[in-house]
């Protein structure tokens, strides 16, 4: 999987949307961008992916650059059972046998 | 979202001694399942992959022969951590590949071994 570059940490005021961004500017044609998002003690939790077009679903919405070197996850009205750790990782569309590779994520902590 | 569903949520053993932990795909059939490891504050670091009858492919410094997986059938693979000791205490997260690609994680295990 091509490397994600995610900031380590993010604040944001409950009610408020929250913009997660993450950079993969080795990204190739044929990889998708997914985001993870993990809450303290338990699985990961799959949010959204996309390959070149916004998506949107019930959890986020998915902005993806025209060049697809970066992107950003919206969560439109953030609370506080949003604060988590959120992973963007970058896979091959044949998926297949190639597990996920985890950086380190962004820390979002929503604030009262 | 697709359920994977992992038992135990958590496991005392002694050292010295064996214990397996499931992994479910409860509404989808799985080739392919995955076994992470992650220790206090860390991220998840992939062990290996297990494939619905056939041997697991173990990633690099992971020992096969301590960490035993079996994916007998398309919505079961367990995890035998054998001999355990206090290092191999860790929270084990499982997850299964469905259909459209997308892979779903389980709760995750937390193994404390004394």
């Known amino acids: 999987d091509a490397k994600t570059t995610q900031p380590p940490s993010m604040d944001c005021a409950e009610g408020r949307a929250a913009n997660l961004p993450c950079n993969h500017s080795?990204?190739?044609?044929?990889?998708?961008v997914y985001w993870y998002r993990q809450i303290h003690s338990q699985g990961p939790q799959y949010i959204i992916h996309?390959?070149?077009n916004n998506e949107t679903n019930e959890m986020a919405s998915l902005i993806i650059t025209e060049d697809r070197k970066s992107s950003t996850l919206i969560l439109p009205h953030a609370t506080l059972r949003d604060t988590a750790v959120y992973y963007c990782?970058?896979?091959?569309?044949?998926?297949?046998?190639?597990?996920?590779?985890f950086g380190k994520g962004t820390h979002l902590i929503i604030q009262p | 979202g697709a359920v994977v569903s992992q038992h135990p949520s958590r496991v005392i053993c002694k050292s010295g001694t064996s214990v397996k932990i499931e992994c479910r795909s409860l509404d989808f059939q799985a080739t392919t399942m995955f076994w992470y490891r992650q220790f206090p504050k860390q991220s998840l670091m992939l062990m290996a992959t297990?494939?619905?009858?056939?041997?697991?492919?173990?990633e690099q410094g992971v020992e096969k022969d301590k960490f035993l997986i079996n994916h007998a059938s398309l919505t079961l693979s367990t995890l035998t951590v054998t001999s355990a000791h206090p290092e191999d205490s860790s929270f084990y997260i499982c997850s299964a590949r469905e259909g459209g690609n997308t892979i779903y994680f389980g709760e995750g295990s937390w193994l404390t071994v004394v």
């Open positions: 990782i970058v896979r091959y569309s044949g998926g297949g046998a190639d597990g996920l590779t």
């Open positions: 996309g390959l070149k």
């Open positions: 080795t990204i190739s044609g044929n990889e998708y």
């Open positions: 297990s494939n619905e009858g056939s041997k697991a492919t173990y």
